[in-house]
């Protein structure tokens, strides 16, 4: 049932989302496609669903200081041109979908497809999981902030499609950002 979820805002990530209860927050650092390094929060909710277990996180990884980043390694002569750390920023989509889902053993992608939330771009992946559990992906990027929703219930759970789905993108303020 959807009615223990609750509308979580992140003022500091600038979305909010749909989630089963208040979410707890991890720092993280990923690498991106070309070796930079971002800072960013792992939001996750868990509840013990009707058929068992089911896990919600929104990944938000901060690319607002890429230019930078990329400047502040040296690079190989092929790879210094200024472009390069836009490059980066603009693949992040399809580099987050192939990193993290594409090539995971015993994985079935159901669901491969572009998407939009609010007409700010972003990519849709429907996973059948090697144990029998589904995982519904959203990956959109704003405002140089890649967010990277991924819902997993048990195979005979409702779909987490209400999380991924619910996204939406914020100002400073908190307001609503719709393009």
Excluded at 14 to 42: C, D, H, I, M
Excluded at 55 to 66: E, F, G, P, Q, S
Excluded at 78 to 85: A, I, K, L, T
């Amino acid at each position: 049932s959807a009615q223990d979820f609750i509308d979580f805002l992140s003022r500091d990530d600038r979305f909010s989302v749909n989630v089963p209860g208040q979410p707890t927050v991890a720092e993280l650092k990923w690498e991106s496609e070309y070796g930079s390094v971002f800072p960013g929060r792992a939001y996750t909710a868990i509840r013990n669903g009707f058929a068992g277990p089911e896990k919600y996180t929104v990944t938000v990884i901060d690319y607002r200081d890429a230019e930078r980043l990329y400047y502040s390694r040296p690079h190989a002569p092929s790879f210094r041109q200024e472009q390069y750390w836009m490059m980066d920023i603009m693949g992040s989509i399809q580099y987050a979908a192939t990193k993290l889902y594409r090539f995971t053993p015993g994985v079935k992608i159901t669901h491969d497809a572009w998407h939009y939330i609010d007409l700010v771009e972003g990519h849709q992946l429907n996973l059948t999981n090697a144990d029998g559990t589904r995982t519904f992906v959203g990956i959109y990027l704003h405002d140089n902030r890649l967010y990277i929703l991924d819902g997993t219930v048990p195979a005979n759970g409702p779909e987490p499609g209400l999380f991924t789905q619910s996204l939406s993108f914020r100002d400073a303020e908190g307001g609503r950002v719709r393009y």
